[in-house]
């Protein structure tokens, strides 16, 4: 005899199967447009962390640039024939989002290897934002079993 749970869980998982891949890309998506416009309005908390990585540029013209440059990657993302150059664009970024763990490691933890700032946390959570964009770019060339594009 079935269970309500054995009779509710092919439900719910194919609801997920359907719809997760494209509430991923969009959430990504929006994760990217939010982060990078307040770079490129002068608003974000990441704006001293990234000045002080990238010290060799002005933050004045750094700072602003990767916010419209992340704009960019989540209009990509939202916009499903561009998610291509969106990925391309997210993966010429993300190398970068690391760089302060080796230039400035007394900023991203508090016990190295393992005890993370506030500061060190946003940066790995872009673990996580790979992932998603491998996720995403593994169905661009993919359509959803009623010939619309996922």
């Known amino acids: 005899m079935k269970t309500w749970f054995d009779r509710i869980d092919p439900f719910v998982a194919g609801w997920m199967e359907r719809n997760g891949i494209r509430l991923l890309r969009v959430s990504v998506g929006i994760v990217f447009i939010w982060?990078?416009?307040?770079?490129?309005?002068?608003?974000?908390?990441?704006?001293?962390?990234?000045?002080r990585t990238v010290y060799w540029l002005s933050p004045e013209f750094f700072v602003p640039v990767l916010g419209w440059w992340e704009v960019l990657i989540g209009v990509g993302l939202l916009i499903r024939p561009l998610n291509r150059l969106a990925i391309a664009l997210l993966f010429l970024q993300m190398p970068g989002t690391f760089l302060p763990l080796v230039?400035?490691?007394e900023v991203c933890f508090t016990r190295f290897p393992f005890g993370l700032t506030l500061e060190g946390q946003y940066i790995v959570k872009n673990l996580v934002l790979i992932s998603a964009a491998l996720v995403v770019g593994g169905t661009v060339r993919a359509r959803g079993g009623d010939g619309r594009r996922l």
């Open 35 to 51: 982060f990078g416009a307040l770079k490129a309005l002068g608003i974000s908390p990441a704006q001293e962390l990234v000045a």
């Open 103 to 105: 230039l400035l490691p």
